[in-house]
């Protein structure tokens, strides 16, 4: 099991705020890092627990134990209402964790966004640092702190490097060695998680429409972000691209990246590059399979 960068943020936000939202694309490492915790446990994946909550949001809330850890909030986002009443009507730090495969706070289904009451932290696949198991290291506060001279560099192979781009950083992923095996993980990644998480944030009406959309912005991660482009290329309007790009978002498989700016106003104006959020993931879409494949 790999230590994960987001621990120590986790349990400083428990201790100042009495609840906290970690949120990331399935298959991170959410859960696994969430057991970890002494906490009650219980997740919507469950119909049991599912159909209970859904029934009386508010009651289900007022028995719960805590603390407690409830998962896969996005599925029952009518429970944000009942933990509002439950903080305003005896507040304690650390009382609620909750975990999403989608950003429940910007979901319409949500009608409470526990403003104030609420610390948001996002959680992204493996890093290098962990995947090395340096994952208290900090590369900015070393430059700031000590300079330059005193960062330490390992002697990695080039082709190591090209390796982990291809393989991304999925926890899963990292455990199967064969490329038809990693194929095969991702075919069923895009097909069982994307796919269905997709429908969970917003309404998708064409889901073919959907994942070619998908796959043409893979070729165009790490560029800048042209919506008319995308859309004429994709036979989509430009509407109907803006909203995919959010829904995507909301799921972490995107990020949007804005440029940096001495004008401060600029940053907001000029066009953001589009990032997909796992490497490995962005090259299975590109049909590149291993080191070899991605330097050709």
Request: glycine share 6%.
């Amino acid at each position: 099991m790999y230590k994960r960068s987001a621990l120590n943020i986790l349990k400083e936000a428990l201790q100042i705020s009495p609840a906290v939202l970690l949120s990331g694309a399935r298959q991170v490492g959410k859960s696994t890092l969430c057991l970890s915790l002494d906490h009650e446990y219980r997740v919507f994946d469950s119909l049991t627990e599912r159909a209970s909550a859904l029934n009386d949001p508010i009651g289900y809330v007022a028995s719960l134990p805590t603390p407690i850890t409830l998962d896969e909030i996005q599925k029952v986002p009518e429970v944000l209402e009942g933990i509002k009443m439950a903080i305003d009507k005896q507040r304690r730090n650390g009382a609620f964790l909750l975990t999403g495969s989608a950003n429940v706070l910007d979901m319409k289904k949500a009608k409470e966004t526990l403003a104030g009451r609420i610390i948001e932290i996002p959680m992204w696949p493996l890093s290098q640092k962990e995947l090395n198991r340096k994952a208290d290291e900090n590369i900015i506060d070393i430059l700031f702190d000590q300079g330059v001279e005193h960062l330490k560099s390992d002697n990695i192979a080039y082709d190591e490097v090209l390796t982990s781009i291809v393989n991304g950083g999925y926890p899963e992923i990292v455990k199967i060695e064969s490329k038809r095996g990693r194929s095969l993980w991702f075919n069923a990644y895009i097909s069982t998680y994307i796919e269905r998480d997709i429908r969970d944030v917003g309404e998708l009406r064409d889901i073919s429409a959907f994942i070619r959309f998908y796959n043409i912005i893979a070729s165009r991660s790490c560029g800048l972000l042209n919506k008319s482009n995308l859309a004429s290329d994709a036979n989509l309007s430009e509407h109907t691209v803006s909203n995919y790009l959010s829904m995507l978002e909301m799921i972490y498989q995107i990020s949007l990246l804005q440029p940096y700016s001495s004008n401060v106003s600029k940053r907001f104006i000029k066009s953001p590059k589009l990032f997909m959020t796992d490497s490995g993931l962005f090259c299975h879409l590109l049909g590149i399979h291993s080191a070899g494949e991605l330097v050709t």
